[in-house]
C-alpha cells in the first residue's frame, strides 16, 4: 500500500491526481477486452444511431456559431444516455486512530495518514467493482442504475436486437465446437463496418454454463487434441488442469470463466448464460462525466474524483469521492448470448 503524499489533503486537484495514479487493480472485462475511455463534460451524451446501426457519441456543437444544422443533420436518428452518477462519502476520526502508530514509525500524525490512504483506496476498489458492473451491464446492452435496477436498454434504444444461440449442453452427443463457430457465423453478421476487423473472440461464461462447456465430451476431445500437438507434458491437461483461467475452445476463441463477477450471491452475468464478444479497437466504450464540485464542472471527466473536509473541531475527516460513468458498444448486436435449451 503508498501512502498519500499530498502536501493539502484538502485540495481537491492534488489528492484526485494522488487517487488517479495509484496501484492499478486489474479486473477481467476490463483486461479482456479494449475499452476505449474518453471524459466528455456533461453529465449525459447524445448518441447517433447511424443507418447500419451501429453507434457513435456526437460532437458537441457551439450554439454560438449561428450556423444551423443541414437538413439531412436534423433528420439523424439518435437518443440521450443519462451518465450515472456514483458518490462515495467515508468519515475518519481522530480519536479510531489513536494509540495505533504505523509500522516502524512512532508519529501519530503518520498513523492517522495511514489510516485514511486505507480509507482512499477502500473507496477505490468500490468504485472498481462498479465499473466492472457497469461493462457487465453494457455487454448486455444494459445502462444499470445504483442499485442495480436497469436505466435504459441500449438494444431498444438503438433500434437492435439481441443475438442468441443455443445449444443442448446435456447430450454429449452435442459438436459444442461446431455450435460456437455457428455463433462466431452469427456476430459476424453482426458487425456491420466491423466485419473482418475482430483480431479474436472471448467466450466469457457463467459460472454453471462454463463447467458444462469446458467439461462436455465433444470440448475435451478437441482439447486433448490441440494440447497433444504441443509438448508432451500437455497430454491429458483438459482433464486435469484449471480451465476457468481461459483456453482456445476453438480456433480465435478463449473460453474464460467469469465466475469473480459479483457482489455478494449476485452475479453480474448469469451463470447459465455466455457472452461471445469480438475483440475489436473502438467496439467497446466508457465515458466518464466531470463531478459536480464548482472547480470540475464543465471540464472534461476522469475515472474519479475525491476530496477531504475536516470534521467540525478537527475531529477527524471527511472524505467525498465521486465517479459519473457509463458504457455502451458501438454495435449492441455484436454480442452473442449463448445458453443451453436442455
Known amino acids: 500500500?503508498?501512502?498519500?503524499?499530498?502536501?493539502?489533503?484538502?485540495?481537491?486537484?492534488?489528492?484526485?491526481?494522488?487517487v488517479n495514479h495509484a496501484e492499478y487493480v486489474p479486473h477481467e472485462l476490463e483486461v479482456w477486452l479494449p475499452w476505449n475511455v474518453e471524459g466528455v463534460t456533461t453529465r449525459s451524451v447524445f448518441v447517433e444511431v447511424s443507418k447500419d446501426g451501429s453507434l457513435s457519441i456526437l460532437d458537441e456543437a457551439n450554439p454560438l456559431a449561428g450556423r444551423k444544422n443541414v437538413l439531412s443533420e436534423d433528420d439523424r436518428d439518435g437518443f440521450v444516455i443519462r451518465i450515472p452518477y456514483y458518490p462515495q462519502y467515508e468519515q475518519l476520526i481522530a480519536e479510531a486512530t489513536q494509540g495505533v502508530r504505523a509500522f516502524g514509525s512512532a508519529d501519530d500524525a503518520m498513523a492517522y495518514l495511514v489510516a485514511l490512504t486505507k480509507r482512499v483506496e477502500f473507496m477505490k476498489k468500490k468504485n472498481a467493482l462498479t465499473r466492472e458492473f457497469v461493462r457487465s451491464g453494457a455487454l448486455q446492452g444494459v445502462i444499470y442504475r445504483r442499485d442495480g435496477s436497469i436505466s435504459q436498454n441500449l438494444l431498444q434504444l438503438s433500434g437492435s436486437t439481441k443475438t442468441t444461440h443455443s445449444f443442448d449442453l446435456s447430450d454429449m452427443k452435442t459438436d459444442v465446437i461446431a455450435e460456437i463457430q455457428e455463433a462466431v457465423e452469427k456476430v459476424e453478421d453482426k458487425l456491420g463496418a466491423y466485419q473482418g476487423l475482430a483480431t479474436s473472440y472471448k467466450l466469457i461464461a457463467g459460472k454453471n454454463i462454463h463447467k458444462k462447456l469446458s467439461r462436455h465430451a465433444s470440448t475435451r476431445e478437441a482439447f486433448a487434441l490441440w494440447s497433444a500437438t504441443g509438448a508432451v507434458g500437455n497430454l491429458g491437461?483438459?482433464?486435469?488442469?484449471?480451465?476457468?483461467?481461459?483456453?482456445?475452445?476453438?480456433?480465435?476463441?478463449?473460453?474464460?470463466?467469469?465466475?469473480?463477477?459479483?457482489?455478494?450471491?449476485?452475479y453480474f452475468l448469469d451463470p447459465d448464460k455466455a457472452l461471445l464478444c469480438p475483440v475489436i479497437e473502438g467496439l467497446y466504450q466508457t465515458r466518464y462525466a466531470p463531478g459536480t464540485g464548482k472547480d470540475v464542472v464543465g471540464t472534461l471527466g476522469i475515472p474519479e474524483y475525491s476530496k477531504i473536509e475536516s470534521l467540525g473541531f478537527d475531529k477527524g475527516d471527511e472524505v467525498e469521492m465521486e465517479m459519473a460513468v457509463v458504457s455502451y458498444l458501438e454495435r449492441q448486436e455484436a454480442i452473442a448470448e449463448i445458453t443451453s435449451d436442455e
Do not use: H
Request: aromatic share 6%; proline share 4%.
Open 1 to 18: 500500500m503508498k501512502i498519500l503524499n499530498v502536501k493539502n489533503p484538502y485540495d481537491r486537484v492534488e489528492l484526485t491526481t494522488a
Open 237 to 266: 491437461s483438459a482433464l486435469r488442469d484449471d480451465l476457468r483461467k481461459g483456453f482456445p475452445i476453438t480456433t480465435g476463441v478463449d473460453l474464460v470463466s467469469y465466475s469473480k463477477g459479483k457482489i455478494g450471491s449476485t
